[in-house]
């Protein structure tokens, strides 16, 4: 097929354009569910595997610390992968990884060994990888660059319907058995994400996709993208953001059960309303970002969320987990904006751009595991102080880090 260039699409005919255009939407769509549904699946293991393995916090956010380390190791290779390959067979080798990774759950259940599950998760991660470096930039030339962060943000709302989701299963099929069952609970339900991963990766093996490329006449190509003042600012915002958005979806299931005493099965069900509310935030950020500047809005939803953190740690009760699980609301368009103002004017360098920004995600690992240290060895006020410091650079980064330098020298 043909390339379509950023400015015009141009096929043969007018059906085959909207065909392949919305084939691309659909399966963006399901990727960006099955990235979130997996992804959140990993809040549900956390406090199963340390009550199954009598772990630390510490210990038992190695699952969110090997995951997301992959992304810290892997995604500029993975850049370069899709970079030879192209997006369409980027993401179907992503599903074909992470299908095997969650198979390898089988051999760690029999055996009963965590640093297998462990091992499985990470080769989970490297599809997640593949998928992610793939799919972010290609929704970015999908269409016009100013509404790069209202299509990125929309794309990722079917993703948070994974998020929403995730925690109701992990309640049904894996938190819930945990009185009476060992760490066989879980080779079920991931034998069965594996079956439905491989399902998708042959699914979009034999889609039509549009091949994208960048319109570049008026780019600098000669200029390597960590030049770019706002790329190297928004590669720690977004360290920053999903350490902050995993940190607290990680323990969110611990904090709530400390809070209320109750079972963590009981209070896993309120995680649903943390991911809910980003999918909320996503739908109709998709529309505010029509009209309002992406860098104002991730300034106030900065503001929004510290505030948020600060309320929940000096109130009780309901209060204090509903002012916790509000941050899902203010979460919701913060990478899409983050990702697409990073971006922004890069044109040849975004593909290299894209798996630096990728690697940035690691951030989920080191904040997650620096929060459950400081649980282990403090309080949970003491922990939140992580987080809290993370939407402090957001907030800079939507006031001043986005924006382009003036000049540039060679």
Known sequence: MANIPVSEFTQSSEDSQVTSYKSALVSLAVLYFMIGFITCLNDTLVPFFKKGFDLSYSQSSLVQFYFFLTYGIMSIPAGKIVEKVGYKSGMVRGFMIASLGAALFLPAALLHEYYLFLGALFVIAI?????????????????????ASSRLTLIQGVGSIGTTTAPLFGSAFILGPLEHASSEAVHYPYLGISLVLLLIAVAVWKLKLPTLTANHSHTKEAR??????????????????????????????NYIADTLQISE????TFVAFYWGGMLAGRLIGSVVLKSVAPARLLTALGFASMALIFCSLNTNGYVAIWSMIALGVCNSVMFAIIFSLS???????????????????AGGAIVSYGQGYLIDHYNWSIAFVLPLICYAYITFFGMKGYKPEQTYTA
């Open 127 to 147: 599809g997640m990888v593949l998928l992610q470096v793939a799919a972010n930039p290609y929704i970015t030339i999908l269409g016009p660059a100013k509404t």
């Open 224 to 253: 390597g993208p960590f030049t770019y003042r706002h790329l190297r600012y928004g590669v720690l915002g977004l360290f920053c953001y999903v350490g902050a958005e995993v940190s607290v979806g990680t323990f969110l299931t």
């Open 265 to 268: 099965n009981e209070a896993n």
């Open 343 to 361: 971006v922004k004017g890069l044109g040849a360098a975004t593909s290299q751009a894209s798996g630096y920004l990728s690697t940035a995600i």
